[in-house]
């Protein structure tokens, strides 16, 4: 299953302690105590591994390192160690506690979570022409440290689509270094699957059957996944007898599940082009001719088809 869903605790570091110390040379008396080191931070880094957040299967809370204390001779702790969470991208993070929200959106990019206190400041930052012997200092402050929520809500670039066992998984496969399974019977692909061709991400979902919108088959709980994303492939196979009518089948799910999926720019490819022979091809492409919209043949054994479609897959990223 899926973890797309957990709630965990955050505890930034806390602030290291301001020391009191005075300097033993008779030569430079004087207040030395040096400040604490600042809490360490906890920060959200982008992934492309949607099943990131099963490592909260089991844990439940995340702390950063507490800053040092300072020391004598105007040394001051070290910083707390900062805690990087490796969340997929697309996971919304809610606090709890004020119900903010932010977004993990690239991949590598981080994105501060809870801040760590700030150290005390040492009994040498207290020194004025007053007082030249402060025994003053502070405490380091907490670190915040809160409830959140982590939601997986894939943002992908690309979202392919279609009836099962038509290709989404092994296109993906080719594309990207994703190991979405592949196998030829349906619903082999039972939990979306991302892929990352250079800055493009591809999401495979579960195929789609008729009925999906009323929880035939897997459902349309996955649409969810693609609901964000800006472009569609819809591969219909080339093995299809009635190609139109499969077509038809998956758009009538899309636009019963979402008025906005079914709007965005949709690419139509007829996949497993070598598996049939060149005048069958000829047939099924003249078929979807009633679509009104360019079909592109492909094949994960066809250089020249994958060419091309990467090709379009170049154009959009050039476009994001
Ligand atoms: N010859 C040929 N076989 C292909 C091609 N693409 C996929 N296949 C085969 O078709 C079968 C189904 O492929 P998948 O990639 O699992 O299809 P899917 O659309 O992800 O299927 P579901 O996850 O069940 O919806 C597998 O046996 C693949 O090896 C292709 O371009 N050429
Ligand atoms: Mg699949």
Partial sequence: MLIDNVTIKVK??????GK????????????VGGDGGKGGDIYAEGVSDLSALVQFRNIKSVKAGDGGNGSGQSVDGPGGKNTIIKLPI???????????????????????IARGGKGGRGNFQFRSPTNTSPKDFEYGKAGEE??????????????LIGLPNVGKSSLLNELTRAKSKVAN?????????????????LADIP?????????????????QHIERTKTLFHL?????????AGYKIVRKELETYSAKLAEK??????????????????????????????????????????TELKSILNKIKEVK
């Avoid at 930034?12 to 302690?17: D, Q, S």
């Avoid at 697309?90 to 501060?112: A, S, W, Y």
């Avoid at 219909?236 to 139109?244: C, K, M, Q």
Wanted: proline share 4%; net charge negative; glycine share 12%.
């Fill in 185 to 201: 019977y349906p619903f082999t692909t039972l939990e979306p699957n991302l892929g990352v061709y250079y800055e493009l991400v």
């Fill in 90 to 112: 697309g996971t919304v993070i809610t606090d709890l506690d004020n119900g903010e929200t932010t977004e993990v959106i690239k991949i590598g990019e981080q994105t501060l």
């Fill in 146 to 159: 809160f409830t959140v929520k982590l939601e997986l809500k894939l943002i992908a670039d690309v979202g």
């Fill in 265 to 306: 720019t949709e690419y139509i490819f007829l996949s497993k082009s070598d598996m049939v022979s060149v005048e069958e091809l000829q047939t099924r492409l003249s078929a979807l001719k009633a679509i009104g919209k360019p079909v592109m043949p492909i094949s994960v054994i066809d250089e020249t088809t994958l």
């Fill in 236 to 244: 219909i196979s080339a093995e299809s007898v009635d190609p139109l």
């Fill in 20 to 31: 009191v110390a005075f300097n033993s040379n008779l030569m430079s008396l004087g207040p």
């Fill in 207 to 223: 195929g789609i059957i008729e009925g999906a919108s009323a929880g035939k088959g897997l459902g349309v709980k996955f649409l």
């Fill in 12 to 17: 930034a570091g806390k602030g290291g302690g």
